[in-house]
């Protein structure tokens, strides 16, 4: 009994097959996670350096060089970049895609730490953070309230927070948006030098002090005790009491010199919600949960909390990635119902039940496809969805072939056994050989490499696992059903609709069949060349990129005014922002992030970090048109240009791996002021490229900035070390931070020394700073040091551990970006470029060559593949180049 004879032939093991796949269909559905994104580990890792009061060119050479060079001696380093501002220096460093992420976040963390007591040691904070897309937000509250004290918002705000965190489901949960605490102790300078007293000695014994080293273990009988010294500050009082000096006999306590209270720390990150003061929390999801569920977690845990909540304050539930999901499986059974309707219109010709019996394939091969992809290990996303939508169109084409074979078999007079058994038989082959062409066609796609490969893997094994289940069922499941259910209609010429359809075959298609058989050259030329040509025609109407947008119902606005502009001036652009972004009735809602950019709320979107001078919008659209939209966010984005002094663009997310921009120019080169120069040059070159917009040089704008000159020789005659002035300066400018300070409920706090000056000191603090000497005077700052106005680099960008800067530029609506950015190449090409300086082309163009470096090969093995398919298929080389005509007369439709 042949393989395809025993379904048939024996009936039980098959209907138990039937109700294994039916019931594995529904187990894999309940069970498998549902996420909007796929997830997929990528070896690449963020190092944020935070060395308040330094320059970027201070910050270059004692924080950025040394991190890069110690990162450098690592295997399998694809890329190292730096960016450095003031304060703060980032170093981005990716690793090989086929490099495990764990392991290399252990070796980088090594490192750093290794490399960390070199680094000057008033670095307030190091951070190594892995870029993880399983780190994306899936909600974002605000906790909304005009009158309110942040103090009251941030407790809120930390409970909420707590309150996540016990959600099963959630990975972490994280607030934002508020000026933090700070334990702060504000000296007088003069009153310390008639102690004489230095700060240097004041911030070493607070150190000292707070200090907490374990001293061991010690054996008390048959038991073992933690031995604890000292310890850290547990009160205010601890820390007013401490002894800082004492001199014959007279003890100096830090109450006797200064002041020791809670405050707000500086001003560097201010939220609002839909135009309303806010502050922000989120929560992230823990792979392998499925994110509808966790959200109900979420909205029960948040409705018992709201309790809490006073009546002036609001919680508004601002963002939740749930609903997209929800709104894509929506659209999955929205296609499911669609496609069942078209097959069986499609199959009324061979009769209802005919067509019932090709609609059973949709079901049981999307339960295939479903259980193959929850057992390797994948979830329910935005990527397996779509794989799902593009199979839903192949799957039904086999079962269509044996079923219209069986009911002709059927027609010939043969009994419904041996129909099913001959009819099937009798295409077997043909079937092999379609369904081997399409797995060829998706293979390519599941070996492309670097993190794009990873990222889109899972589409084409969807696609893959679905269509070789809708052969087995086509194969073994359908001729079992019809040798049961399907009955000839309609005698030798079948039923009635069937007779209609040959009657308009024979009066409209064979006529133009004979026509274009007789004139075969003509016929030929004019269909592929025809083809082709309008193919060509319709790329530039279509419009193409390497990586689709995602068409989600949210984009961003980002603001960035000059480099060094104040908090302020960035609000009032802002401000300007959010007055036209809440004029569009399609908006929903929006979170405005003032000094930061938006916690992360999509996987290849990385926030940006504190700065004055930068502020973004995150706006939720109440749905997504794909006509509307993209016209409605031009318009915008016209309205947004009118405001002056501010670079204001408006980012639609996309897919793929991240990049700053469709098109990035890196110019590479050692010094900074030929690097400024030649990035002005460039960026007019790139303005002038038709299809290019909102285009982004950093170092467009030179900076102004205040340098104090100290008068060496008379500050040592005055008994005045250089130590001691930076310390003073220090302290009366920014605060030196001495530890840490942790509550009773495990908060920890900084703790800060300063001069009594507001948060946002201004040019007139310095004519309050005095500085102690040696002689127990203190001496006004302007007697030892003058002020100078200096120019200096807004940022300083490294590529490949050497000086860089990156020239971003977007595209137009529907422009071709491959086009664009050929022009773009060619201008770039012609330049006459200075000698030590060269440019290296990102965006897509790099990512694209990244992506599909590797998939050369594959895609000829593929294609070779297909050629052996046809040529066993046909036993003729001219009848498979026939057949593979199809491919450039298919490509029209494509388009």
Request: aromatic fraction near 8%; charge should be neutral; hydrophobic fraction near 45%.
């Amino acid at each position: 009994m042949s393989p395809l004879e025993y379904p048939i032939r024996r009936f039980q093991p098959t209907l138990v097959a039937f109700m294994c796949l039916v019931a594995l269909g529904i187990y894999a559905f309940v069970n498998v996670p549902r996420e909007e994104d796929p997830y997929f580990k990528i070896s690449a890792f963020i190092i944020s350096v935070i060395l308040p009061g330094a320059d970027p060119i201070d910050i270059e050479r004692l924080v950025a060089k040394p991190l890069e060079d110690r990162l450098a001696e690592l295997d399998d380093v694809k890329s190292i970049e730096t960016s450095v501002v003031d304060n703060v220096a980032v170093v981005v460093i990716e690793f090989e895609a086929f490099t495990d992420a764990e392991k290399k976040y252990d070796e980088v963390q090594r490192e750093t730490n290794a490399l960390r007591p070199s680094l000057p040691g008033e670095i307030a904070r190091l951070e190594i953070r892995k870029f993880s897309p399983a780190l994306v937000n899936t909600v974002q509250f605000a906790l909304v309230s005009a009158t309110a004290t942040y103090r009251e918002l941030e407790d809120l705000a930390r409970a909420l927070k707590d309150k996540l965190k016990t959600v099963e489901g959630v990975r972490t949960a994280e607030s934002w948006a508020y000026p933090f605490r700070e334990l702060r102790i504000e000296v007088d300078l003069r009153r310390m030098a008639e102690l004489n007293l230095t700060p240097g000695v004041l911030v070493d014994v607070l150190k000292s002090e707070n200090s907490n080293l374990p001293a061991g273990t010690l054996d008390l009988g048959s038991r073992s005790f933690t031995l604890k010294t000292s310890g850290s500050y547990e009160s205010l009082d601890q820390v007013r009491d401490t002894v800082v000096a004492s001199r014959n006999g007279a003890i100096t306590r830090v109450r006797d010199i200064g002041k020791v209270f809670w405050a707000d720390q500086p001003w560097n990150y201010i939220g609002r919600f839909n135009g309303e003061r806010a502050v922000f929390v989120t929560a992230n999801q823990k792979d392998g949960f499925n994110i509808l569920k966790v959200r109900d977690r979420i909205a029960t845990a948040v409705a018992e909390f709201e309790e809490q909540v006073p009546g002036r304050i609001k919680l508004e539930w601002g963002f939740d990635q749930s609903r997209n999901v929800a709104h894509r499986l929506n659209r999955l059974s929205l296609d499911l119902a669609i496609a069942i309707g078209l097959v069986s219109i499609t199959l009324l010709p061979l009769g209802v039940r005919a067509a019932g019996i090709v609609m059973v394939t949709i079901p049981l091969a999307l339960s295939f496809g479903l259980a193959s992809i929850f057992f390797m290990g994948f979830s329910l996303n935005q990527l397996t969805i779509a794989g799902f939508v593009l199979a839903l169109g192949l799957l039904v084409d086999d079962s269509i072939v044996v079923v219209e074979n069986i009911s002709r078999h059927l027609r010939m007079g043969y009994s419904r056994a041996e129909a099913a058994l001959k009819g099937t038989q009798q295409i077997v082959h043909a079937i092999l050989g379609c369904t081997a062409t399409l797995l060829f066609a998706f293979l390519p796609l599941t070996v492309l490499p670097a993190t794009a490969g990873k990222f889109i893997r899972v589409l084409p094994l969807t696609v893959i696992s679905t269509i070789l289940g809708s052969l087995l069922i086509a194969l073994f499941i359908i001729p079992f059903i019809a040798s049961r259910v399907l009955q000839p209609t309609g005698g030798s010429q079948g039923n009635q609709v069937l007779q209609r359809l040959m009657g308009l075959i024979e009066r409209w298609y064979r006529p133009a069949l004979e026509y274009c058989l007789a004139r075969p050259r003509s016929t030929a030329i004019v269909a592929i060349g025809g083809s082709l040509i309008a193919t060509l025609l319709l790329v530039p109407v279509v419009g193409s990129s390497l990586f689709p947008k995602s068409n989600s119902p949210m984009f961003l606005v980002k603001i960035e005014t000059p480099t060094g502009s104040s908090l302020a001036a960035t609000d009032t652009a802002l401000r300007f922002a959010e007055e036209k972004v809440a004029a569009m009735p399609e908006v929903k809602s929006f979170f405005s992030n003032l000094g930061h950019g938006n916690p992360k709320i999509y996987y290849n979107h990385l926030p940006r970090e504190d700065a004055a001078n930068y502020a973004e919008l995150f706006v939720q659209l109440r749905e997504y048109s794909t006509r509307g939209t993209p016209k409605k966010l031009d318009i915008l984005r016209q309205q947004l240009n009118e405001y002056p002094n501010a670079r204001i663009s408006v980012d639609e997310f996309v897919n793929g791996p991240p990049i700053t921009a469709p098109i990035a120019v890196r110019i590479v080169g050692p010094d900074l002021s030929s690097l400024q120069t030649l990035s002005r040059e460039i960026e007019k070159l790139i303005r002038k490229i038709p299809g290019t917009r909102d285009v982004d040089n950093p170092l467009r704008v030179s900076r102004t900035n205040l340098r104090l000159v100290v008068d060496r020789q008379k500050a040592n005659q005055l008994g005045v070390p250089t130590e001691v002035f930076d310390q003073a300066v220090r302290l009366s400018v920014a605060g030196i931070e001495v530890g840490k300070y942790k509550e009773t409920d495990g908060e920890q706090y900084a703790i800060v020394v300063r001069t009594p000056v507001g948060n946002r000191p201004d040019l007139s603090v310095l004519d309050e700073i005095r500085v102690p000497s040696r002689s127990g005077n203190s001496l006004p700052l302007s007697q030892l040091a003058r002020l100078e106005f200096e120019t200096a680099p807004t940022r300083i960008q490294r590529f490949g551990r050497e000086r860089s800067v990156t020239i971003d530029a977007d595209v137009i609506g529907n422009m071709n970006t491959a086009k664009v950015t050929a022009n773009v190449v060619r201008e770039l090409d012609r330049f006459p470029w200075p000698r030590g300086y060269h440019y290296v082309l990102g965006g897509e163009a790099e990512s694209g060559t990244e992506s599909f470096s590797g998939v050369g090969t594959a895609a000829i093995v593929a294609l070779f593949g297909i050629f052996a398919v046809l040529v066993i298929e046909f036993g003729s080389f001219k009848s498979t180049l026939i057949v593979l005509t199809v491919v450039p007369i298919g490509l029209v439709g494509g388009f």
